[in-house]
């Protein structure tokens, strides 16, 4: 059993949990900390024949490259695990031999995080970013470089002066003119939620992020969970329904910095846009950080006699303790 560490002794954890906090490094102020226990739980039952050469694996908790709203304090992996760390977050892989009909294998995950509030408070110095080209570039689902998304992009930062102009400018637009559905696309992208006008988090990220990147602005989309104090159980919380996706953009001076383009709310039935949502965290309104890994979902393979075919199911669930 791997066990981790890491810089945080038990008396300083203690105060820092129980007294009020506020740390600044001069470009962003972060606040109230909280502790969260998480049991990433794995499981892989087989219902049919014998499977042999399994092969599992899965997206897990980044606890490499952090945001500034978040800290590892202990992490635990299980026995045969291989971590593998990719450029935008992390993956596991576990490998069994055999797997019998009505067994089944179970991995757990142990992680305790610190979780801030965040306020970056960014300037809006002139210039560009400089940061690798990948968030700057077209892809699968963030057309940044279709005729549509360029177009609308330039007309929308129309006399902007800065970058960062140009990304609250991006953000009021998506913000105030898409419509909230909790029932997701058969695909996530940016021009097909703009031609219909509605969507869920993710494609709400996607239209800021290849709006961004077509005004040459960095972005990348966040994976994670949010949720309010509300919304914990006294044990445990299945934070299955509480998963969700943000934005980060790179600012000249500043770096990457947050934004949550889909929170929106109305006056007398009109929409409001709110830039506590640009460059903050709510204290009241937790964004638990998971990776930067946008398509990356859990996967099981292995081998069978085609006589005796095997079925194996995979469920992974992340199970949150205050």
């Given at each position: 059993m791997k066990i981790i560490y890491r810089s945080?002794?038990?008396?300083s954890l203690i105060l820092c949990l129980t007294v009020p906090l506020i740390q600044a490094d001069g470009r962003y102020t972060i606040s109230d900390p909280q502790q969260y226990r998480i049991r990433y739980?794995?499981?892989v039952e087989n219902t049919a024949g014998p499977a042999k050469e399994i092969e599992i694996e899965l997206p897990v908790f980044n606890t490499d490259k952090l945001p500034p709203y978040q800290k590892l304090v202990f992490y635990q992996e299980p026995r045969g695990i291989k971590i593998n760390k990719l450029a935008e977050?992390?993956?596991?892989?576990?490998?069994?031999?055999?797997?019998?009909?009505?067994r089944q294998i179970t991995l757990e995950f142990k992680y305790t995080f610190v979780n801030y509030a965040i306020d970056y408070q960014p300037n809006g110095y002139k210039g560009y970013s400089s940061v690798e080209k990948r968030y700057l570039q077209s892809e699968t689902g963030i057309e940044s470089d279709s005729k549509?998304?360029?177009?609308?992009?330039?007309?929308?930062?129309?006399?902007?002066?800065?970058?960062?102009?140009?990304?609250?400018?991006?953000?009021?637009?998506?913000?105030?003119?898409?419509?909230?559905?909790?029932?997701?696309?058969d695909s996530h992208s940016a021009l097909e939620t703009i031609r219909i006008g509605k969507?869920?988090?993710?494609d709400f990220s996607l239209v800021y992020i290849a709006l961004c990147r077509a005004a040459r602005i960095p972005a990348r989309l966040v994976r994670g969970y949010?949720?309010?104090?509300?919304?914990?159980?006294?044990?445990?919380?299945?934070?299955?329904e509480f998963a969700h996706a943000w934005v980060e953009v790179n600012l000249p001076a500043e770096g990457w910095i947050t934004v949550e383009p889909t929170f929106t709310y109305s006056v007398n039935g009109?929409?409001?846009?709110?830039?506590?949502?640009?460059?903050?965290?709510?204290?009241?309104?937790?964004?638990?950080?998971?990776?930067?890994?946008?398509?990356?979902?859990?996967?099981c393979s292995w081998k069978h006699d085609p006589r005796n075919p095997a079925n194996l199911k995979l469920t992974v669930r992340t199970l949150l303790r205050k």
């Open positions: 945080f002794c038990l008396l739980l794995v499981e977050g992390q993956n596991a892989v576990y490998l069994a031999p055999l797997l019998d009909k009505g549509t998304i360029v177009n609308l992009a330039r007309n929308l930062t129309a006399g902007c002066d800065t970058q960062m102009d140009k990304a609250r400018k991006l953000f009021e637009y998506v913000n105030t003119t898409f419509k909230y559905q909790k029932i997701e696309q969507g869920v988090c993710e949010r949720f309010s104090a509300n919304d914990l159980r006294s044990g445990e919380t299945d934070l299955k009109i929409k409001q846009v709110s830039y506590d949502f640009f460059g903050k965290i709510d204290k009241t309104d937790r964004h638990l950080f998971f990776s930067y890994i946008r398509d990356n979902a859990p996967n």
